[in-house]
């Protein structure tokens, strides 16, 4: 039993390892890395989302490369842009012993457009998940890139920035939690801390465009992973660019939800959850040094867009700092 003890732990330390080398916990740790993406751009243009995978091969700055299968994801950004945010599959056997061992398929957010190809836009909404990294380690890490894209079919290239996303699996392994496959969660079956805590940051961000108990077509949930615990689930949210923070010219709040702007504030976390507001408003008060200080240091972004950035999450502050406007702004309008 003791053997297997302690074989367990050591897959887990292996795993931890592994995956850190990748998604430092460290916000400030990872500097972005340089990579070459070899693709059929034309064919991987018409490819359909989620379905069609294609042969490209990933190259990093020292030289290796590996082949990776590389497929475009999600519907609704296509609808706006005209280059889709991708998979890539990887063999795990070819990475053994490079940045990528353990990765089998990751989530490349990429650039809208070659008109919306501003590294402000998706460094901002990387930064998001920064914050959340600092709030709570049960959120989704992410790496950014540099990347050369090198079309196979026309033998060209273009650079942009872009970022990866830690896979859902992996972060439930991270945290020793399962991920949940249901069709909606139960608003008592909730972890309540962090169901509220995630009611703030979302408001923190201007983020509207999540449910971290339903989902389109039946599955949980919109734009949030949920992973059980034994003290209930925790709905991982991701895909933020959407946000106030972000506030891309293609993305615009939902008509019902009777609000102008992103960067309009709309707090939507539970009535259920409001006794915890005062311990979980204590918690971001506590943290606000910490925030503030990542964005000014966050050099990915532009320094005009940081500027905005710090005043966007500075005006939060104002809210939270007074007893009233936590009220008026949050207690009040819970749902």
């Keep these: 039993m003791r053997h297997l003890l302690l074989t367990a732990l050591l897959l887990s330390s292996q795993l931890a390892l592994a995956d850190d ?10 500097r972005p890395l340089q990579v070459e993406l070899h693709i059929p751009r034309a064919l991987l243009l018409k490819a359909k989302p989620d379905e069609e995978e294609l042969a490209g091969r990933l190259v990093l700055a020292d030289g ?11 519907k609704s950004r296509l609808e706006h842009c005209s280059f889709p945010p991708l998979w890539l599959n990887f063999e795990k056997k070819a990475v053994v012993g490079t940045l990528f061992t353990k990765q089998n398929k990751l989530k490349l957010v990429t650039h809208c457009s070659s008109k919306l190809a501003s590294r402000e836009y998706l460094a901002t909404e990387m930064l998001a998940y920064r914050l959340l990294n600092i709030m709570t380690d049960y959120s989704f ?12 079919q026309r033998n060209n290239s273009e650079s942009r920035f872009g970022f990866l996303i830690e896979h859902k699996k992996r972060l439930a392994k991270r945290l020793g939690l399962e991920v949940l496959d249901t069709p909606g969660i139960k608003l008592a079956d ?8 995630i009611g703030v940051f979302s408001f923190m961000i201007g983020n509207t465009d999540f449910s971290i108990r339903r989902g389109p077509e039946g599955n949980c949930c919109h734009n949030a992973v949920p992973l059980m615990a034994a003290t209930g689930v925790f709905p991982v949210p991701y895909d933020f660019d959407a946000s106030g923070l972000v506030n891309p010219p293609y993305a615009a709040p939902a008509p019902n939800l009777r609000i102008r702007r992103l960067t309009q504030r709309l707090y939507r976390g539970y009535c259920k959850h409001n006794a915890l507001l005062p311990q979980i408003v204590t918690e971001f008060e506590g943290k606000k040094s910490e925030l503030l200080a990542l964005v000014e240091s966050f050099d990915d972004i532009p320094g005009l867009r940081r500027k905005k950035t710090s005043k966007f999450l500075s005006r939060f502050y104002e809210v939270i700092d007074k007893e009233g406007s936590v009220r008026s702004k949050l207690i009040k309008r819970c749902r």
């Design 21 to 30: 080398l990748l998604f430092p916990a460290d916000p400030h740790a990872a």
């Design 64 to 74: 290796t490369q590996f082949n990776v299968g590389v497929s475009p994801r999600g």
């Design 141 to 152: 890490r992410v790496r950014a890139l540099e990347i050369n894209y090198v079309d196979t």
């Design 190 to 197: 909730l972890e309540p801390n962090y169901a509220g805590l």
